[in-house]
Each structure stands twice: as C-alpha cells, then as structure tokens.
C-alpha cells in the first residue's frame, strides 16, 4: 500500500485515489510531474536567462540590482505564475478553451495566440543562428578569431596575430597597438557577424538576398522542434530530460573554466558590487519587475497549456515556487559565467568591462564569442556555449508550438482532430518556418529585434493585467479560491489571495506605465529604424491587444438578451461546462447529472478500463450495480443507467 501512495503523489494524484496511467484519455497528461517541472523550467528558462539578465544586473546597481528583483519575484512573479498554472490545471483546457470562466474575455485567449505566433517566429530564428555557430565551430579554428578572411575590412582589428604562439609578450604587444588606434576598432567577431552570417544591409527595406546557410538552418530547427513534439506532450516530456538538464551541466563547465581565468574576478565584482544608491532610482524597479514578468513567460499562454496536461489534484502551488525560483537562480548563476569570461577578455584588452559588456545577440553572437578565442582549445568551448544557446531555445520553442498546437486541437475538440494532432503541429510548423524566411534574408536583423521589441512588449502587460481582472473581479476571487481549494484540497495561501487581487495587478499597471515611459524609438548599433518601420511595431503589437475587445463585442452581439446590458451580464456568465474537464472531479457545485454532462460535452470516462472490459461480461442486472463514480474525496456518486 505504501508504494501504491507514492506512486499516486508521484502522478500527482491524493492519498487513496485510484493511480492512472492517464487521467484524461483523451487530451492525455504528462507521464510524470517530473517531466511538466523540466518542461516549464525550459520554458521560463531561456536566452534571456543568459543574455538580458546578467546585462541589466551590473548597469543597474550589480548586487543591488538582486534586492528589488528578489522583491518583484516574491510579489509579482510566484502569484502570477501560479495563477496561471492553477487556471490552466483547474480545466484542463489550453489558452482559449480556459475563458468558459468568461466567455466574453476568450479574446484574452487569442490574443495570447497572437503573441506566442510572434515569438515563436524569431525566436526560432535565433535558435537557427546558433545552430549556424556551432556548425562553424567544428574546426580547429575559429572563422572569427583573426582579420585574414574575405569578409573582413581594413578597420578589422584582431586581439590575436594569425602566427600567433602562446608568446603573451607577442600578444601585449598587439593589444597595445589597437588600443593606440585613433579609429573605432571592429572586432572579427563583429565582422562575421555583421559580413559573413548576416550580410546584413543597409536598412529594414533593403532586403537583399535570402541566406541560403541561414535558411537551411532555420529548416533544421523547425524540424528539430516538429521532432520533438510530434506525439505532443508524451514526447516532449521526454526530451526535456535532456533539453533542460544539460545546459546547466555546460553553465557549470563554463563557470568552472570562467573563474580560473586572469581576470574573472574583476568581471564577476563588477557583475556583483552592490550600489545601493541606485535602489531609490525607478528605472531599477522597473527593470527588475520587467525581467521577472517577461522571464517566466506569463500571458504568453505556454503556462496555462503545460499545466493543461497536469493531473487534476497535482500540487501546482508547490511547482509554481519550485519552477520561478529555479528560474531566477539560473539567471543569476548565469551572471558568473557570462561576466567571469567577459572579465578576462577586458583584463587581455587593458579596458574597463563595461566597455565589453553586451546584451541580446551582441553579447551571444559578437562579445562572448570573441573571448571564446583567446582561450586554449576555443573551438570546444565554443560548441559548448552555442549548444548551450540551442538547448536554451529549443526549450521555450517547444511551449510557444504546443500552446498554439493545443489551443487549435481543444478548440475544434473533435475526437477527428485530436486523433491527427500530429498533422495540426506540422502545419503550424511549416507555416512558422515560412514566415521566418523573411527573417533570414539581409534585413533580417532588422525585423527580428523590430518583433522582439514590440510584439511581445506592452501587450503582455496588457492581457495579463485583464486576465487578474478578468478572473479575480468579474468571475469572483471567492469562487476561484474554492476551484483551486477543490483542486489542490487546500485554499490558497492569504499572501496569494492578497497579490492576485490587489498587489499584482498593480505591479502589472506600474510595469505598464514604466515601459510607455521609458520608451525610447528602436535602433541596431547607430541604424535608427524608419517611422514606417516603428509604425509597424505597434501594429504587430496592437494586434495582440485588439482581440480583447474585438471578440468581447462579437460576443456581446450574439449572446441573448432584451438590452445592452443585459446581453454584457449574459456574455459574463461562466459556460456551463466551465469547471474540471472530467466528471468525477466535478464535485460540489460543479456536480451535474450524467445525462447533463453529455449535454455539456464533458469528459465521461471510466476510472479503471481494465476493470470495465471485465464487467462487460457480467449480466446485465449485475453492471446496475456497479455503475459509481469515484470522488476526490473517497465519496461515490451513482451514476443511474440509462
């Protein structure tokens, strides 16, 4: 009995519950908690862990910078990231089938659709470079480490001499000489960037020529992601084993070789150094509740469509900490190893490290890999970061195609269309790889950071700011704390109750009036995009935002009602089949009848379909009686014949 009881915690079942291998035959679940932990955990930890966080740490007060960032996670980040998972987990729906709670706020829904398309256009893209890196890196040497190459210009300036020994006096010298230079020097990293991999043009609207090398590789990626998902959550939950494990054994690695560099100190002091004046400035506070919101990935759907897949009774509340928790801790380990390696490659330039210090693809395709090349045997270390970057991405990507895949599948809810699932993902994968072509010609730069700058900017503050209000204040907080304390056995914790009504919500609003405040027009190194260009922007990103109220007056027109108001108050009202998807866990005032739940299109489901096939050869007047449905609490409701 007691390997029956953890089996069914392990499952994410209660004590006394009847273990199954899956509990909702037909959507499926994950085949452990442990696979939906590793997969939300690559989710929420992505590129941004490694190239944003560390960058925004030492511009805005080093370790300072951990106290309101700490302040934003506790306040801001765990409550929404377990209002999402629990939301999610409550129904068992994907991002639109969740707003039965409120039909006419599904345009949250679609528009959280809109913005994991978006990102999971260019962020594939990026995926795609890093694949182009570390195929360029199986070599004996690095394409970037000196200025002999075609591509290369005249103001090309190399920390290395292409007859280079381990002579340092040699290399002192050199590093003297450039930095005698009166011009901007141009690194070689920057040159292969810039002239080898992108050829990149000379403005947004010069598109230029399709590269063919990145383009293969954006096929490898998108077949990779398609790969990985094609049995959906049964075979991603398999892959994040290794897909989120192991860029922590190469940060570790990394870390490792980081510390033991000349220089790696002063970088990681400089990362570190706290100050403390800073904190009374505003664009800290900002900055730190930005990069939680955005870095655990909320109102992007991904996390409400992962715990879609949970068991009913899965513990959420624990995972919600176990999972934001590990995601800033990653970010800030993330911070050793970018600045211990940086620090070393200002201490060889004979400069201060914020003068090498980078964010965004400067930092993972220009800084870092520069400094990869003054260490012994930089090819191998070089395959260890860019596969690192891979894994990172592949991570997210997969949540951004299952959160799109999932909402189309529960939305046409056919047993047709979930039977060819696998079709819906090579369809939405093969139009995402379509749509990234754009991004891989020679203005491709160009729009990747237009869509990384406006796409998924103020909208996300936006949905998940409607998204509190929605459930909190138009369904009821009272209502919701007793879904999830049916769910979880247990209410939320007051502190939850108090930031999901009160003190999130308004985190979310000071967000939102800190980015309109804070926004500067884009630019990439001195281009400064066209006013056409940042007028599409805000297209792409009003696109998202204009599905909340487009489909709530859509639904206001066609839902019942004498007057205006009235048809608002019935567009309002929860659906009735809003609640847990399976009837034996509609208890309380979700209990229905069984006729009702046909009705409703519930899904009824045999506990236990070995023991029923068994029944089927009792005697008619022998099944009458064994026609019951377990509870969650033990008790058994009697389900009559019909």
Not at 184 to 195: F, L
Not at 582 to 604: C, K, M, P, V, W
Request: proline share 4%.
């Amino acid at each position: 009995m007691a390997d029956k009881g953890s089996e069914a915690m392990l499952n994410g079942a209660i004590p006394g519950e009847m273990v199954k291998k899956d509990e909702n035959l037909k959507r499926g679940n994950w085949s452990n908690q442990i696979e939906f932990i590793l997969t939300s955990v690559g989710y929420a930890v992505g590129l941004g862990n490694v190239w944003r966080f560390p960058y925004l740490c030492y511009r805005n007060g080093g370790g300072a910078f951990m106290f309101p960032y700490i302040i934003m996670l506790v306040f801001c980040g765990i409550p929404l990231f377990f209002l999402e998972l629990s939301f999610g987990q409550f129904t068992s729906q994907g991002c639109l089938g969740v707003w039965r709670v409120n039909p006419m706020f599904k345009g949250v829904g679609y528009g959280m659709m809109v913005v994991s398309s978006y990102i999971g256009i260019y962020y594939n893209v990026v995926i795609c470079i890093s694949f182009y890196y570390f195929f360029a890196s199986m070599t004996s040497l690095l394409p970037w480490t000196y200025c002999n190459n075609i591509w290369n210009t005249d103001d090309c300036s190399s920390m290395l001499n292409p007859n280079r020994t381990t002579d340092f006096t040699e290399l002192s010298q050199n590093i003297s000489m450039l930095l005698n230079q009166t011009a901007k020097r141009t690194s070689p990293s920057e040159e292969y960037w810039n002239y080898h991999v992108l050829k990149i043009s000379d403005g947004i609207g010069n598109f230029g020529e399709v590269r063919t090398p990145l383009l293969g590789c954006l096929a490898v990626a998108w077949f990779v992601v398609f790969l990985c998902l094609f049995k959906g959550v049964k075979s991603s939950g398999k892959v994040v084993y290794f897909t989120a494990t192991f860029p922590y054994v190469v940060l570790t690695i990394l870390f490792i070789r980081g510390i033991t560099l000349d220089g790696a100190v002063t970088g990681i002091m400089y990362y570190l150094t706290p100050q403390w004046d800073k904190i009374l400035d505003a664009k800290v506070w900002g900055d730190a509740a930005s990069q939680i919101f955005y870095s655990l990935g909320c109102a992007w759907g991904g996390l409400i469509t992962m715990a879609s897949y949970n068991k009913f009774h899965n513990n959420c509340y624990r995972d919600s900490i176990i999972i934001s928790i590990t995601n800033c801790a990653t970010s800030i380990y993330a911070g050793f190893v970018i600045f211990s390696i940086l620090g070393f490659m200002a201490a060889h330039l004979g400069v201060d490290v914020s003068q090498v210090a980078d964010h965004g693809p400067g930092l993972a395709f220009v800084a870092y890999p520069e400094a990869l090349t003054l260490l012994p045997i930089s090819p191998f270390w070089s395959l260890l970061f860019f596969f690192m970057l891979i894994l990172l991405g592949l991570g997210t990507q997969f949540c951004l195609l299952e959160t799109l895949v999932t909402a189309v599948v529960d939305e046409i809810g056919s047993d047709w269309i979930r039977r060819r699932k696998s079709i819906v993902t090579l369809g939405v994968a093969i139009i995402g790889f379509l749509l990234g072509i754009l991004l891989t010609t020679q203005a491709g730069i160009y729009w990747l950071l237009l869509m990384d700058n406006y796409a998924a900017s103020f909208s996300l503050v936006v949905i998940s700011c409607i998204m509190c209000i929605a459930i909190m204040y138009i369904y009821g907080h009272e209502k919701y704390f007793k879904d999830v304390e049916m769910m979880l056995g247990f209410p939320p914790p007051v502190f939850f109750q108090i930031c999901w009504r009160f003190v999130s919500p308004s985190i979310i609003f000071f967000i939102l009036v800190f980015t309109v405040v804070q926004y500067k027009p884009i630019s990439y190194n001195d281009y400064l995009y066209p006013t056409w260009a940042i007028t599409l922007g805000f297209l792409m990103a009003l696109s998202s935002v204009v599905c909340i109220p487009a489909y709530a007056i859509w639904k206001i027109c066609i839902t019942e009602g004498s007057t205006f108001w009235e048809r608002v108050k019935n567009a309002n009202k929860p659906s009735k089949d809003w609640g847990p998807a399976l009837l034996e866990h509609r208890t309380d005032r979700y209990a229905t009848l069984g006729s009702q739940s046909y009705e409703f299109n519930l899904e009824i489901q045999q506990l236990n379909p070995d023991k029923e096939r068994e029944k089927e050869q009792l005697p008619t007047e022998n099944i009458e009686h064994n026609l019951n449905i377990q509870g969650h609490n033990g008790s058994a409701r009697t389900q009559n014949p019909v």
